[in-house]
């Protein structure tokens, strides 16, 4: 029996565009992963007693991973005493993620014809340069916290725009 509907036809634009979406939610993904574990190793290392047994430590593990990214952003702003500026980036990385996350694929069948397909790669790229400055800032967190090298002035600067490239990369 033939569907009643039309499937999305797969051509050269339709493989690009699901490539440029699959990055742009993998990344953004990640963003929400690492501050879920940053907010982890934080409450870990400021209540010890979450250690004492296992059942604590598999209840705190729990709660953490039910909540949402929100949450973990607050909890890593408010533990860490981050300025004002720091907050906003991460909660701008948020939107971004969400926008990737939820309504980047509605829609989204422009992103397979080459005449609308410019402005839509021009906002993914937009969104995926604010989830990584914010992924970023976590990342750089994560390293202060767990006393790893800091990466080098030239790799923080040019971190964003790479990981833009690599998402919007056309083949």
């Known amino acids: 029996m033939d569907f009643p509907f039309e499937l999305p036809e797969i051509t050269e634009f339709s493989d690009q565009g699901y490539a440029i979406l ?27 007693n979450l250690l004492n047994t296992e059942d604590h430590l598999n209840e705190f593990l729990a709660f953490m991973q039910k909540r949402k990214l929100f949450a973990h952003i607050k909890d890593i702003v408010n533990k860490t005493n981050l300025n004002h500026s720091i907050p906003e980036i991460l909660h701008s990385g948020r939107e971004a993620r969400n926008f990737i996350a939820h309504e980047s694929s509605i829609g989204v069948f422009p992103l397979f014809e080459r005449d609308d397909r410019d402005s839509i790669i021009k906002e993914l ?32 600067n040019s971190y964003p725009k790479k990981i833009a490239d690599w998402v919007c990369r056309i083949e």
């Open 125 to 156: 790229r937009e969104k995926t340069v604010k989830v990584a400055d914010a992924n970023l800032i976590i990342l750089l967190l994560g390293q202060k916290i767990t006393d790893e090298p800091i990466p080098t002035l030239s790799f923080l």
């Open 22 to 48: 699959g990055r742009a939610l993998a990344y953004a993904t990640s963003y929400e992963s690492n501050c879920k574990s940053l907010a982890t190793l934080i409450g870990l290392k400021l209540d010890h």
